[in-house]
């Protein structure tokens, strides 16, 4: 008779159990590609019809394919995919003059250079121009940015922005409404003034992030955005937080980004 120790006797349904066809977790690859931070879901759609991507040393280009993210040896261009473990979300509050994106073709300072002494690759989650400063995300964590990034995720961000003069408030009220950006409405918003004079400060939130979307806005009613900078993503601020300096999001404020439900229509 078969004699086993009593600890590998304790194992051996255990990973009867864990074998278990039942217990895979098949995935779309794109979805396991992008979720696993290295890119976006459509890029990654990209890489798997150029045959960059393969499964258990078989190259992949079916675009439905999935795949077990635990168990399956998935590679891009040759490389396994960043270990799960450690995913890490930064908060940042950008000065002017730093670009959001990973490099820049013009030699600009980027936002990664600010981030001594953080060893993992995160990325932008959204962008933030390099004349505006204020908070923004950075992660390794790409599920999160797909959703915080996804219309559906409606996490508001807050922007205090200086005009170069006073606007109408029936353009205000209009911006508010929806006005239409790129052939597409804007989801209202909320706008409020914070300091009122020749130059005044006002407050915008927002449930998406369009291309250059708060100066676009203030732009219709006249008065160009002289100063721009976001103050809150969500349940975020920069208190504390001086330019230039980025801290580590605590577990519980991850979690509570990643279950963040919107809460009535838009604003
Ligand atoms: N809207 C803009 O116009 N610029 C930004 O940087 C962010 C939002």
């Known amino acids: 008779m078969l004699r086993l120790k009593p600890w590998k006797r304790l194992l051996r349904p255990m990973k009867r159990i864990l074998s278990a066809p039942e217990h895979a977790m098949q995935e ?3 979805k396991i590609i992008s979720g696993a931070g290295i890119t976006s879901r459509r890029k990654a759609e990209e890489l798997i019809v150029e045959g960059r991507v393969s499964v258990n040393g078989h190259t992949i280009r079916e675009l ?19 270990r799960l473990q450690g995913r890490t979300v930064i908060l940042l509050n950008k000065p002017v003059g730093y670009v959001s994106t990973m490099k820049d073709p013009e030699g600009r300072p980027t936002v990664i ?3 001594r002494g953080v060893k993992e690759r995160v990325y932008p989650v959204g962008r933030l121009d390099f004349h505006s400063s204020g ?11 797909n959703f915080l990034l996804s219309r559906k995720s409606q996490v508001p961000r807050t922007y205090h922005a200086k005009l170069e003069g006073i606007p109408k408030t029936e353009d205000l009220k209009r911006l508010e409404r929806g006005i239409v950006l790129d052939g597409r409405r804007t989801t209202p918003c909320k706008i409020r003034l914070v300091h009122e004079r020749d130059k005044p400060w006002y407050e915008i939130t927002l449930v998406e992030g369009r291309y250059h979307q708060v100066r676009r806005m203030f732009e219709r009613t006249g ?5 721009l900078k976001r103050v809150h993503i969500g349940f975020l601020t920069d208190h ?13 404020e991850i979690d509570r980004l990643k279950n963040w439900k919107p809460s009535g229509p838009a604003l």
């Open 64 to 82: 439905g394919s999935k795949a077990d993210r635990d168990r399956d040896k998935i590679r891009v261009d040759g490389r396994p995919l960043p």
């Open 135 to 145: 908070l923004m995300l950075l992660s390794n964590d790409g599920d999160l940015a």
């Open 28 to 30: 779309r690859l794109q």
């Open 113 to 115: 250079s600010l981030l």
């Open 240 to 252: 504390g937080l001086a330019p230039g300096k980025f801290r580590n999001l605590t577990p519980s």
């Open 223 to 227: 008065q160009r955005v002289v100063k």
